[in-house]
C-alpha cells in the first residue's frame, strides 16, 4: 500500500483528451453489472418490513428468512451466527472460516469487531470471531448447535448466485485439475453456472476440524475506530483516518481487494458484515468445499456516522482505497440524510478517486454534471474516465427507520419480509 500525497499543481496538454481515455483497471468491470442497474437497492420507505438480509445472492436470503419466521425460539444473536455460518456455502471463496470478519453489530449499543490473523497456518478468524461474539453478549449456544441446524435444513439448498459464478469462471483451469475442489465446483469440464446447487457445506465436520486448532488459535481482535468530527459539528468513527485525506494524503493499493458483504436486522437489532480473504494458490479447508485464505488483507472500508436523526453505517470496498469513497460520501452530505431513500441516492451519485502510477483523478462522468466534471478540471490533473467505481453498501437508521441500503454499481441483493 503506497503513501500518495496529492501535488497542488501537474501540468496536463488537454483535459478534454483525459475525459475521453477510459481507466484500463475499472473498464474491465463494466460488462459484468450492466444489467444491475435496475436492481431494487433498498426496501421502500413506505413499507413496513419486519426482516431485511443482504448479500449477494437472493434465492439464500428468502430461503433464511423463511426458515428463521418459522423458529420463534431463535433470537437475533442465533440469527447473526447462522446467517454468517451460512456465507460460507454461499461465497465459499471470500467467506470461508479462514477469512477475516469485520462487522457493526447494534445488539445493545453498535459496536465494531474485526477478526485476522499475521498467521496464515489453520487459524480461522470467522469461527472465532462468532463464538467470540456470542460470548461477549452472555449466549451460551456452541457453533455445534448451528452446525447441526445448517447441516439439516440447509443441505442441497443454497444456489449459486453471481459473484461465486464469475469467480468460478474465471478460476476455471486451475479448478478443472484441482483434485478435491474440482469435483465439487466443475460439471464435466465446465464450472458450475448461476441458479445451480452450490454444494453444501458439512458444518458439523468443519467445526469438529476447527475444535483441533482451536487452541492455537492466533487471531488479532480489533474494536477501535478513530473519530472525527465534520465542519457542522457531527461526529462520526471510521477505521481509515480522515486527517489523512484532509490533507491529500491517500492510502492505494496496488491491487484491488475483493469481498462479501452481508447483513440482517430484525429492525431492533442488526449488523452489517464483510468477510474477505487473499488466495494465493487454490487448496481446500480440510477437504471441504470451501477455499482455504489468507484473512490478512486490506481492510474494508467502515464507518458509524451519527446524526441528529439517528445514525449511518457504511461499508467500502471493491477500490484500491475504500476509504476515499466514504471520505468522499461524508463530504458530499451524507450525515445529512433524512432517511434511507436520501442515503441511496447519495450512494448513486457519481465518484471519484485518486490513483497514482501514473497519477490521474478517476471520474463516473456518466453520472456526473456537467459543473461538477468543471470542478474536478480545476484541481489540473490527469482526470481519466470509469463506468463504476467502487462499492459501497449502507445501513441507514433515521427517523425510527432502519434500511439497508445497497450499492447499484456491483451485484447485489436485499431481501424484506
Known sequence: MNK????????????????KQIDQETIARKNS????????????????????????????????????????ELDFLDHFALWTLLQ???????????ARLQLIMNFKDPAYFDFYSEDSSNQFPTLYGIEWILKKYGKKTKLEKYAQLLDQHFQNQM??????????FQNKAALLSHPVLGPYFIRGTEPLQEDER???????????????????????????????????GRSGECNYDFNLYDNSIFLIDKVTPQGNLFGFTNNRQSFFAASSQKISEHAPV??????????????TGVCILKTELGSIWTLSNNSRDPGQHLFHLIKYGLMSANNGQEVDKLLKHSRHIFLNDPLRLVIESSRSREDQIENLLKLNIPIYNADLLGNVWAFSSLNKESRFIIDDRNPGAITCK
Open 4 to 19: 500518495f500525497l496529492l501535488p497542488l499543481v501537474f501540468a496536463i496538454s488537454s483535459c478534454s483528451y483525459f475525459l
Open 33 to 72: 453489472v450492466d444489467n444491475f442497474n435496475s436492481i431494487q437497492t433498498f426496501c421502500p420507505i413506505s413499507e413496513r418490513v419486519n426482516f431485511q438480509a443482504i448479500n449477494t445472492n437472493k434465492h439464500s436470503q428468502e430461503f433464511f428468512i423463511d426458515f428463521i419466521k418459522s423458529r420463534d
Open 88 to 98: 460460507a456455502t454461499i461465497r465459499p471463496e471470500q467467506s470461508s472460516p479462514t
Open 159 to 168: 444456489k449459486v448466485g453471481t459473484q461465486l459464478a464469475d469467480y468460478l
Open 198 to 232: 452450490v454444494p453444501s457445506v458439512p458444518y458439523k465436520k468443519l467445526v469438529q476440524h476447527y475444535r483441533k486448532f482451536e487452541k492455537s488459535q492466533k487471531i488479532t481482535v480489533n474494536i477501535s475506530l478513530t473519530s472525527f468530527q465534520t465542519q457542522q
Open 286 to 299: 480440510e477437504n471441504f468445499p470451501i477455499f482455504k485464505g489468507h484473512s490478512k488483507v486490506r481492510s
